[in-house]
């Protein structure tokens, strides 16, 4: 029983400031919605929508490098870390639509993630992933703050079966909530997100993993240029 208390006190060291995630990232949209009610309405007399920051535009594109820390949640996932970094390439597809607060442009993206590792209990699985379905929206806010939700699905491979016992291929789907901080070219984002990792039955073991990451990143918005 003693070794049993031990070795609980050391995973709850391992990943208690994980738990401070959510509170981290409840904060920054907090406060990015108090930015966006301050900052929100027509731009400056006399300069263009867009004009001195590079946001989200039709036609245009974003390009992101990223980066994701978190842990799992409930069950056989709630002592499993997780880290990853990918790079985006997005495509704005729309004009802005929908009424009132919910008024956004649609985007669609894909994610390309060399680096996704599972930090579980008894070993660590190195792997990677191909996030090819990214559905994107984002709200017009007519500031430099503009929030977004998000939902994707893609394959992830790893060197070892993920959970121990199920496979070494699984699929992933998630939702996520966050904010951009654009800049005049440079923008950078963090959202909170909820990702379930899953081998959709290719192994009769298929517990699955629920995880919640806090997501951070920095890119830009290209092409959205208005003409004269």
């Given at each position: 029983m003693r070794h049993d208390d031990i070795r609980r006190a050391r995973r709850g060291l391992r990943f208690?400031?994980?738990?401070?995630?959510?509170?981290?990232?409840?904060?920054?949209?907090?406060?990015?919605?108090?930015?966006?009610?301050?900052?929100?309405?027509?731009?400056?007399?006399?300069?263009?929508?867009?004009?001195?920051?590079?946001?989200?535009?039709?036609?245009?594109?974003?390009?992101?490098?990223?980066?994701?820390?978190?842990y799992g949640v409930k069950g056989i996932a709630s002592h499993t870390g997780v880290w990853t970094a990918g790079v985006r390439y997005g495509w704005v597809l729309t004009a802005p639509h929908g009424p009132g607060f919910l008024r956004g442009r649609f985007e669609c993206a894909v994610d390309a993630v060399p680096v996704f590792m599972l930090f579980q209990p008894a070993s660590t699985a190195y792997g990677a992933a191909l996030n090819p379905f990214v559905s994107k929206w984002n709200f017009d806010t007519h500031s430099r703050i503009v929030p977004y939700m998000e939902l994707s699905g893609g394959a992830l491979f790893t060197n070892i079966q993920v959970p121990p016992g199920g496979s070494r291929v699984n699929f992933t789907s998630a939702g996520a909530v966050g904010i951009h901080f654009l800049g005049e070219k440079f923008n950078w984002s963090a959202d909170l997100r909820f990702m379930h990792i899953s081998n959709a039955g290719i192994s009769s073991v298929n517990p699955g993993i629920n995880t919640l990451q806090l997501r951070l990143g920095v890119g830009m918005f290209t092409g959205a240029h208005h003409k004269n």
């Open positions: 208690g400031p994980l738990a401070a995630l959510p509170f981290v990232c409840g904060l920054i949209l907090f406060s990015g919605g108090r930015a966006v009610h301050a900052q929100a309405g027509p731009p400056a007399a006399g300069l263009p929508d867009g004009q001195g920051r590079a946001g989200p535009e039709e036609g245009g594109h974003e390009l992101q490098i990223w980066t994701t820390g978190g």
